[in-house]
């Protein structure tokens, strides 16, 4: 510890006092965990953008305020980080408790403490640091199903090789027989609708093999500056004609003037797609789809993004399953979906260090909410 505080002071001499400021930014920025600060009452004085990202609240909405009041932690109650270490002399506090984020839902997390001096040595706060570990509680029953994604990840390849090549022959061939068919004839024009149906669902039988595989290879995001209504946007174009045949109106409410979030456009675009997918086959006898975007939070550091349906909505007892592998309502009968397109969902907008919730009213309909964070 001594040496790596040698290290420590001779980096600050070496980085200056102008280097200082931006050089702990970048530290605090890339951080995995979200860190604060709070002075001698406990108030809150600094607070990172992982610390947004994990709990929902912006900067705004915690600066001198009190932690307890915050993340409403029975921490504070049975054993107070800042008293450990005030009044005990500890060094350091590590514990694994519960905070709640700004949707009211709990958080587990890892919390590591340690006291904040001045240049006399005097403790004026303390810098928590704390990392999520909903993953970690998760963890068993990952581990309990890992063989059999390992195996499905295997079938998935083989798959994608096995059903790829043919169905690129006979899309092959539909473009020929097109050609032959461009007579204007009654049985032509007639021909010709049938192999645009049979296009049609070629196509959508390569969809439910691409998605299959997304699932089963992970890939890094390319991240870039992006506005999320450009994404939405795209996704529709890919839509349009699924919109058109299932005669869905669509309505747009977002503000010109929106902040840019930090994302890879195609994965981005895949998300939209899936839910704007489904919000298509839950409307089978048409419907309308409000799409909004908006901004979150004082310094507008969260981008909101939501889509809704008139459709037929989710039960409640099947939202607990929404995000698991496989589960699927839309039935083997109708050969819409093998229930991949939520849990890939869901795994991209966490890369994003976004959120996603889903509400729904069985008959009235289904809204999918999206939040990212700023750039």
């Known amino acids: 510890m001594k040496e790596m505080g040698k ?61 307890k009041d915050i993340f409403r932690s029975n921490l504070c109650e049975i054993s107070c980080p800042f008293e450990s270490i005030t009044k005990k002399g500890s060094s350091t506090y590590r514990s694994d408790k519960e905070i709640f984020g700004k949707d009211g839902k709990a958080i587990p997390v890892n919390i590591a403490a340690f006291p904040l001096k001045d240049t006399n040595g005097e403790i004026v706060g303390m810098v928590e640091i ?7 509680k998760c963890l068993r029953d990952q581990l309990m199903q890992s063989d059999r994604f390992a195996i499905l990840g295997q079938i998935a390849a083989g798959v994608a090789h096995e059903i790829n090549n043919p169905l690129n022959g006979i899309l092959t061939y539909i473009k020929l027989l097109s050609r032959e068919l461009e007579k204007e004839t009654p049985s032509a024009q007639k021909s010709n609708r049938y192999l645009s149906i049979i296009e049609r669902e070629t196509i959508n039988m390569g969809r439910i093999v691409k998605n299959l595989l997304d699932f089963s290879r992970q890939t ?67 419907g309308k789809i ?25 039960p409640k007892e099947n939202f607990p ?26 795994r ?7 959120s996603i919730d889903v509400k729904s009213t069985v008959g009235k309909g289904t809204t999918v909410s999206i939040k990212f964070p700023a750039k």
Not at 130 to 136: A, G, N, S, V, W
Not at 240 to 253: A, M
């Open 220 to 286: 890094e995001p390319e991240v870039l500056s992006l506005n999320i209504n450009e994404v939405i946007e795209q996704s529709l174009l890919l839509l349009r004609d699924q919109l058109k045949i299932g005669n869905i109106e669509v309505k747009k409410e977002s503000k010109l003037r929106i902040p840019e979030i930090m994302g890879d456009f195609g994965q981005l675009q895949q998300v939209f797609v899936n839910i704007i997918l489904n919000s298509i086959q839950a409307m089978p006898r048409g």
């Open 7 to 67: 290290v420590s002071k001779k980096l600050m001499g070496e980085l200056g006092p102008s280097m200082m400021r931006p050089f702990l930014e970048g530290i605090l920025l890339h951080m995995e965990g979200g860190v604060f600060t709070i002075d001698k009452e406990k108030r809150i004085t600094s607070f990172s953008k992982s610390a947004m990202w994990m709990t929902g609240f912006c900067l705004d909405d915690v600066r001198g305020k009190k932690c």
């Open 348 to 354: 991209i907008v966490k890369d994003h260090h976004g």
């Open 130 to 136: 704390f990392r999520d570990i909903r993953e970690l």
């Open 321 to 346: 399953k929404l995000f698991e592998p496989l589960f699927t309502t839309k039935g083997s009968k109708e050969g819409l979906g093998l229930g991949l397109g939520l849990p890939i969902v869901q």
């Open 290 to 314: 409000k799409i909004k975007t908006a901004t979150e939070g004082g310094q507008r550091c969260f981008v909101r993004a939501s889509v809704s349906d008139t459709g037929c909505g989710i």
